[in-house]
């Protein structure tokens, strides 16, 4: 029996000529990944457990991303925490203030993370590095310390679920769309312990920034990572950043599913997810009743470059609604600072939005727009548990870029290819 | 080793985000962790539950975030086990490396009841709850995971090595 492109990753990273799914392995790591809310509890288990030295100083990456710059004095102390372990152990690639980005719109785009890759990061949305064609998946800090101590962890290698896409997305259709959709089609748990592989002549038609938004919610159908077969797009994505080498896999002919789902992508709509789970889905043209007091744009999941894009091209010489709060988070530096070279950042003030440095602030309820009891917020983010983003009493409504900047407009759940 | 308390009782899709609140995830403290979780659903769990008590999920239980505070959060506040229909992978592993014992089974699951007491082996998987005297075999760990809890949690089982 043939592997699949996740089986054949694990299988080369344990050392092992074939792997099946349920079979229990030690792999090597390429990349272990912490942030500012996990890294401090993996600090204190690596020191508790005694190890004074890390496997390798180039294969760690801590960002500080979630409270920066920090919020309150706690956080000040556990972005301090990350901070001396990055200078005692000398990790390269810490990231503070000034260079930080959200992690997974950052190692990507610094070319930290590369095709074949076995990553693993103490945060969910870990399964991001799947778009370049690597396994990639989150963990907890216990996980992280001991990846961190010893370059290896074990894992279950998990069966699959197939993706064939075909067709190409219509106007105002994006990545976020389609993830969305699949998780509506096979619910919170659908993909629970397996890999979601996503293949077909669709694929072609699927830019890097579209793939990455879609593995980054692969966690939100209860995946352990979500893949792409690498291809042109993957190359050229690739090629200048970082000193990694690519290893490119691919699945076998015979490898083996436990289903396929085929999906055209020129039948979707702009879709977004009710509260109170990222299931609920529903088409964008549903929610004309649904009047919001809140949008943000941005996240590990849409804050890269053609997000922005996005949301550039509908708020452009607009203004947004009275009563609605607009909030436009660049995902890295580097795309804050292009917004501010290509003219965008001014186009989001003068429409009446504000525009953040890096944070994940938001998204988790952490700060940088918290919400009150009884408000609404479209949100571009990954996930609208209840409280996720605020009051137990507040309601997030998942949905694209261009689906969140045109309910800015609107002041409630509006289908972009309508404004 | 065996657990035995009184029933707390959640539904599906039990997310990490109420276990413990991201407002909190500004500590480490395992005490200060305990005194809010399940607050975003449940008010009273903090106060009422005591050392030994048992948590009962359905499907999908910690489900969404990453953070080891969840497990953790739970563990501190006294619970001893987690039954449940289906854990979400990252809290399932989370679990392993910290020490809090879970179990799989959906009978048992389905069948007990809020305030009910149960008894968990976790040798053998069985638990039965003696409210109503039914008995249910939960699924155990493979052997490898065993390893890891007796060695009392992966760090340790690292250090064995």
């Not at chain 1, 992280?144 to 101590?149: D, H, P, V, Y």
């Not at chain 1, 992508?265 to 043209?285: F, M, Q, R």
């Not at chain 2, 082996?121 to 809890?149: L, M």
């Amino acid at each position: 029996m043939g592997m699949t492109m996740t089986q054949k990753i694990l299988a080369a990273h344990a050392g092992l000529t074939t792997v099946k799914a349920g079979q229990l392995i030690n792999a090597d790591l390429d990349i272990v990944l912490g942030n500012d809310i996990t890294t401090p509890v993996a600090i204190n288990e690596f020191n508790k457990a005694g190890f004074d030295g890390v496997f390798h100083k180039e294969k760690i990456a801590i960002v500080l991303d979630h409270f920066v710059p920090n919020k309150d004095i706690k956080s000040a102390t556990q972005s301090k925490q990350c901070r001396e372990f990055a200078n005692k152990y000398d990790i390269l690639n810490f990231f503070d203030v000034g260079q930080m980005g959200i992690e997974h719109a950052l190692l990507p785009e610094k070319g930290i993370v590369t095709a074949g890759d076995c990553v693993i990061g103490a945060d969910s949305h870990t399964c991001t590095y799947g778009a370049l064609g690597a396994f990639s998946t989150g963990v907890g800090s216990t996980d992280m310390a001991a990846g961190m101590a010893t370059g290896k962890a074990w894992f279950k290698v998990p069966a699959a679920i197939k993706f064939e896409l075909t067709g190409k997305f219509g106007p105002m259709v994006s990545g976020k769309d389609l993830i969305l959709h699949i998780i509506g089609m096979i619910g919170v748990d659908g993909a629970l312990y397996r890999s979601m592989e996503f293949t077909g002549p669709g694929v072609a038609n699927l830019t890097m920034d579209d793939r990455l938004c879609i593995c980054n919610m692969a966690i939100e159908a209860g995946a352990k990572n979500g893949i792409f077969p690498v291809d042109e797009v993957t190359r050229s994505y690739m090629k200048g950043r970082g000193s990694r080498t690519p290893v490119e896999y691919a699945a076998d002919p015979d490898a083996e599913y436990e289903k396929t789902y085929t999906i055209d992508l020129s039948t979707l709509v702009p879709t977004v997810s009710w509260p109170h789970l990222p299931e609920n889905t529903h088409p964008a043209s549903e929610g004309a009743d649904i009047a919001i007091d809140q949008v943000v744009i941005g996240s590990c999941t849409n804050g890269r470059l053609e997000d922005m894009e996005a949301a550039y091209n509908i708020l452009n010489g607009k203004k947004v609604a009275k009563g609605v709060r607009a909030i436009i988070i660049p995902g890295t530096m580097e795309v804050y600072k292009e917004c501010i070279l290509r003219g965008w950042t001014t186009a989001f003030i003068d429409a009446g939005c504000i525009v953040s440095t890096p944070t994940c602030g938001p998204c988790l309820g952490g700060y940088m727009g918290v919400l009150a009891d009884g408000e609404r917020c479209v949100s571009t983010t990954n996930r609208n548990f209840v409280g996720r983003m605020g009051h137990t009493g507040s309601e997030v409504y998942l949905a694209s870029p261009a689906t969140a900047a045109a309910s800015a407009i609107t002041g409630h759940i509006t289908d972009p290819r309508t404004v | 080793m065996n657990a035995k308390g009184t029933v707390f009782k959640y539904p599906d899709n039990v997310d990490t985000d109420v276990i413990i609140p991201a407002r909190y995830l500004n500590s480490q403290d395992g005490k200060e962790l305990a005194s809010h979780c399940m607050e975003d659903i449940d008010l009273e769990f903090a106060k009422k539950v005591n050392e030994g008590d048992i948590m009962v999920g359905g499907w999908n239980f910690g489900c969404g975030s990453s953070r080891e505070h969840a497990p953790l959060a739970i563990k501190c506040s006294g619970i001893s086990c987690v039954i449940a229909k289906s854990f979400a992978r990252i809290f399932y592993r989370n679990s392993i490396n910290i020490g809090l014992p879970i179990l799989e089974c959906e009978p048992a699951a389905d069948a007990i009841e809020a305030g009910h007491t149960v008894t968990v082996d976790f040798d053998t998987g069985v638990i039965v709850d003696e409210t109503t005297g039914q008995q249910f075999q939960g699924e155990p760990f493979p052997a490898f995971i065993q390893e890891i809890i007796k060695a009392g949690g992966l760090m340790k089982s690292i250090r064995k090595q």
